[in-house]
């Protein structure tokens, strides 16, 4: 008798591919029962495997490697005192929290990108389409405008962040 092993290839990361059972009479055998047997079965198979795998361990070496750059911004991310501790070690000095921190992101760009709109849309010049005078904008449902730069040259795109109409209008 030879079962169809299909249905259980996608359930764990283990594939039983053959399986032969020479019996005389077909046995009945409760599908809980089989259940049982199968998550054992693979429980075990789990447990041999990391028995096996060797633990690789390796020891953290702090050291004050110089970091490339002397001032940091929001750029760098630095959000809580362990990062800053951690860039002050190298050599740096971080002038701006980041972003997350509630620093006024006005005229900031919030993300660089190979993804091109222009490319998108049909207007890169590198492609010989037709460029779009103009600035394009991105601006999502709560009216925060993101006004797109591109740098043809590298090939990129940068997200700047204008801020939201209504809280320019309250500043004036």
């Known amino acids: ?78 959000l809580n005192r362990k990062a800053a501790a951690f860039f002050e070690r190298h050599g740096a000095v971080v002038v701006e929290p980041a972003a997350e921190s509630g620093l006024d992101m006005s005229g900031r760009r919030v993300m660089k990108t190979r993804y091109c709109v222009r490319y998108e849309i049909g207007a890169c010049p590198r492609e010989g389409q037709a460029e779009l005078p103009g600035l394009l904008w991105l601006v999502d449902p709560a009216g925060r405008r993101l006004r797109l730069e591109f740098d043809c040259d590298e090939c990129s795109m940068s997200v700047i962040f204008e801020g939201h109409p209504l809280a320019k209008k309250a500043q004036t």
């Open 1 to 78: 008798m030879r079962p169809n092993l299909e249905f259980a290839r996608d359930r764990t990361e283990f594939a039983c591919t053959d399986l032969e059972l020479e019996v005389q009479t077909i046995p009945f055998v409760a599908v809980s029962l089989l259940n049982d047997l199968r998550r054992g079965a693979i429980e075990s198979l789990r447990e041999q495997r990391r028995l096996q795998r060797q633990a690789m361990r390796a020891a953290i070496i702090p050291n004050s490697v110089r970091y490339p750059e002397r001032e940091l911004n929001y750029q760098a991310n630095v």
